[in-house]
């Protein structure tokens, strides 16, 4: 009796042994499939305390919509200051004033244009420059929502200091309908998310911000 139990145990150890073994070579791919669904509920999420005023608005370019966003709330008084990180060299205040349907004096002392960052993480050192110099304790985050995770990433170890309020923007191709099919829309989001577990990793990549899908 005690020989058939003991043989019984063996044979479950080796059956597990043998689970575990299959399950390997697939375990990375369910921990990053895992790890894309969560990366998908944050690109998702919606503006924190939308209505909340703050010390200044941040937007990091590279998409539509982003810097009318940033301009739109600072219309309405949500902060005294903005910036607008990762402009073209060749925009000028009066280029963002005609956006803003505001005239350059309105703007003059409010907004400045920041035209030095081509990554993300050049966005989050040009960001914390600004917000040391005008002495700003919180900042709006203004960028599209896939982005927003990686960004923020890189602006609490550039600006720890400071409270961060996300404020995504969903890009019009991804709000079309139909998006959620094409493959172009999981491409983008698909390298995101790689992007993102780089930064994680503290190998924050030299490319440029990312273009959104069109």
Same mark, same amino acid.
């Given at each position: 009796?005690?020989?058939?139990?003991?043989?019984?145990?063996?044979?479950?150890?080796?059956?597990?042994?043998?689970?575990?073994?299959?399950?390997?070579?697939?375990?990375?791919?369910?921990?990053?499939?895992?790890?894309?669904?969560?990366?998908?509920?944050?690109?998702?999420?919606?503006?924190?305390?939308?209505?909340?005023?703050?010390?200044?608005?941040?937007?990091?370019?590279?998409?539509?919509?982003?810097?009318?966003?940033?301009?739109?709330?600072?219309?309405? &008084?949500? =902060?005294?200051? !903005?910036?607008?990180?990762?402009?073209?060299?060749?925009?000028? %205040?009066?280029?963002? *004033?005609? @956006? $803003?349907?505001?005239?350059?004096?309105?703007?003059?002392?409010?907004?400045?244009?920041?035209?030095?960052?081509?990554?993300?993480?050049?966005?989050?050192?040009?960001?914390?420059?600004?917000?040391?110099?005008?002495?700003?304790?919180?900042?709006?985050?203004?960028?599209?929502?896939?982005?927003?995770?990686?960004?923020?990433?890189?602006?609490?170890?550039?600006?720890?200091?400071?409270?961060?309020?996300?404020?995504?923007?969903?890009?019009?191709?991804?709000?079309?309908? &139909?998006? =959620?099919?094409? !493959?172009?829309?999981?491409?983008?989001?698909?390298?995101?998310? %790689?992007?993102?577990? *780089?930064? @994680? $990793?503290?190998?924050?990549?030299?490319?440029?911000?990312?273009?959104?899908?069109?």
């Amino acid at each position: 009796m005690i020989a058939l139990t003991r043989s019984r145990d063996a044979a479950a150890r080796f059956g597990l042994r043998r689970w575990l073994l299959l399950l390997l070579p697939i375990l990375p791919m369910l921990v990053l499939a895992g790890g894309f669904a969560w990366f998908l509920r944050l690109a998702a999420a919606g503006p924190v305390e939308p209505t909340r005023p703050t010390d200044g608005i941040a937007v990091l370019t590279g998409g539509a919509e982003r810097v009318e966003t940033g301009l739109r709330l600072l219309r309405e &008084g949500r =902060a005294r200051v !903005l910036l607008v990180s990762g402009a073209h060299r060749g925009v000028t %205040l009066a280029d963002v *004033a005609r @956006r $803003a349907a505001m005239g350059r004096e309105d703007l003059a002392g409010r907004v400045a244009l920041g035209h030095e960052a081509t990554t993300t993480r050049g966005n989050a050192a040009e960001i914390a420059a600004w917000a040391r110099a005008e002495g700003l304790g919180s900042l709006r985050i203004v960028t599209a929502g896939y982005h927003m995770p990686r960004a923020l990433l890189e602006l609490r170890r550039a600006l720890p200091e400071a409270a961060l309020y996300p404020h995504p923007v969903m890009p019009a191709p991804l709000r079309e309908a &139909g998006a =959620a099919g094409r !493959l172009r829309t999981w491409s983008l989001l698909g390298r995101e998310y %790689l992007k993102y577990l *780089a930064v @994680r $990793a503290g190998l924050s990549g030299s490319a440029a911000p990312p273009a959104e899908a069109r």
